[in-house]
């Protein structure tokens, strides 16, 4: 095997990989924030409060995506162009289409969350106790949603490396950090008081991504310019919250349905597999934010060869990184989640399982961003509307049978079936097989 050969392009590919270095510590830092908010949730609150606080979180998080209507990558295109060309007027214009969207569909979430609370928890999640923790959800919502476009500002003005922050790692890093403290000051902890924490932390983060936005963009946004609007805004992020809702199913959805139909203790064990084995998937997330304008340069130029060849490498390269820590959940899970209290190593089969979903993900390397970026996001959508629902089929119908074992194989099924349909796609339509870099492997 000449691994001399599949490694040779280390240093052609120097730039890219110090990009991907530095988005590397910001993701993992962001990665680390999510497992250890509930790792910390875990071990003071124990199984059934990391259940309860999760079903709630994942509602916070299904309101969210649809609060932001698809601004984020509306946003990224629109706002982007008026940034990179200088246009002034189209980026006001656009920022406030945004503003106005986004602030009432959040209002109007964050109030019917408020006022229906008690029928959700006690008709949806049968835990009648659980109104007042979505109600402090629903006090989350608007800051949560504004840090969030916030974010998307500060990448499409360039600030790439400081906006994976105020997402949803850096706010569980925060929270972590804040529940500890707080715990440690006064040697007690509630899941009501984990949410309050939230709010604190979301309101936080939402004011200093505020600040750096316009620390960003005030020059700019203060040029002399007619303020024009975007007249394709609304429908183009439309379509991006349809993909994006579907994608929080395939994500989220076997919580909520398990919340459903099982107990919160189920959703406690699922939750740290779930969330333990995502872990793996953070590099994957590096790349798929570096790449996309390489690879939409190179297939606009028609050169295919170092398009495949870039796939490939960045494809080796990042399974590489994951399989070490794939390994320890494989081979290791009960000792990984014992981290969350003793009660948790019952969820080790389901780590396990779970972690070789993600691995063969990272495997398949960036397949929706090639297809998106290379004129083939109609498949791409499609394919993410046809796999989600059938992962949500799937979960209603596994989850009241098996209870916590319906969760785990719907969402591989889920998992693996979006990525090797994918990476499918890529050998037909680009003519690229995505497999582990073996063609570098191998030196053919």
Not at 78 to 103: D, E, H, I, P, S
Not at 134 to 140: E, K, S, Y
Not at 363 to 375: A, E, F, K, R
Request: hydrophobic share 55%; aromatic share 10%; with cysteine.
């Amino acid at each position: 095997m000449n691994f001399r050969k599949a490694f040779q392009g280390i240093r052609q590919d120097r730039e890219i990989l110090v990009t991907i270095l530095r988005a590397f510590m910001v993701r993992g830092v962001a990665a680390f924030g999510t497992l250890l908010l509930n790792v910390v949730i875990a071990r003071l609150l124990g199984v059934k409060g990391l259940g309860l606080f999760m079903l709630a979180f994942t509602v916070l998080v299904g309101l969210s995506t649809i609060a932001r209507f698809g601004m984020e990558n509306a946003l990224l295109r629109f706002a982007g162009t008026a940034w990179g060309t200088g246009k002034a007027g189209r980026f006001r214009g656009v920022c406030l289409q945004a503003a106005w969207r986004v602030g009432l569909c959040s209002l109007v979430l964050a109030s019917g969350l408020y006022l229906f609370a008690p029928w959700v928890a006690k008709a949806v999640f049968s835990e009648p106790t659980m109104a007042s923790l979505l109600r402090i959800m629903a006090l989350v919502l608007i800051p949560y949603t504004a840090m969030y476009i916030f974010s998307t500002l500060l990448k499409a003005t360039g600030w790439t490396a400081v906006a994976p922050l105020f997402e949803n790692g850096g706010i569980s890093l925060l929270s972590a950090c804040l529940v500890l403290l707080a715990y440690f000051m006064w040697q007690s902890m509630s899941v009501n008081a984990a949410g309050w924490i939230l709010v604190t932390a979301a309101v936080m983060l939402s004011l200093i991504s505020l600040i750096l936005t316009l620390l960003r963009t005030w020059t700019f946004i203060q040029r002399v310019e007619e303020t024009s609007g975007e007249p394709e805004l609304g429908g183009v992020a439309y379509t991006f919250l349809l993909t994006t809702m579907v994608t929080f199913a395939i994500q989220w959805s076997s919580s909520l349905i398990l919340g459903g139909f099982g107990s919160a203790e189920d959703v406690g064990l699922f939750n740290a597999a779930q969330r333990t084995a995502f872990v793996i998937t953070f590099i994957l997330m590096v790349f798929n934010g570096v790449l996309p304008p390489r690879i939409a340069t190179l297939h606009s130029e028609g050169n295919h060869k170092e398009l495949e060849t870039m796939v490939l490498r960045s494809t080796l390269y990042m399974t590489v990184v994951a399989m070490p820590l794939a390994a320890l959940f494989i081979f290791f899970p009960g000792q990984v989640l014992a981290l969350f209290g003793s009660e948790f190593r019952e969820a080790a089969p389901h780590l396990l399982l779970l972690s070789i979903a993600q691995f063969i993900n990272v495997c398949t390397g960036s397949v929706g961003v090639l297809l998106n970026m290379t004129g083939n996001e109609k498949i791409m959508r499609n394919l993410v509307f046809c796999v989600g629902g059938s992962g949500f089929l799937m979960a209603m119908a596994l989850i009241p049978l098996l209870g916590i074992w319906g969760a785990t194989i719907s969402l591989i099924a889920a998992i693996v079936g979006q990525n090797l349909l994918a990476a499918w796609y890529v050998n037909v339509k680009l003519n690229i097989k995505v497999i582990p870099g073996w063609r570098l492997l191998v030196g053919k």
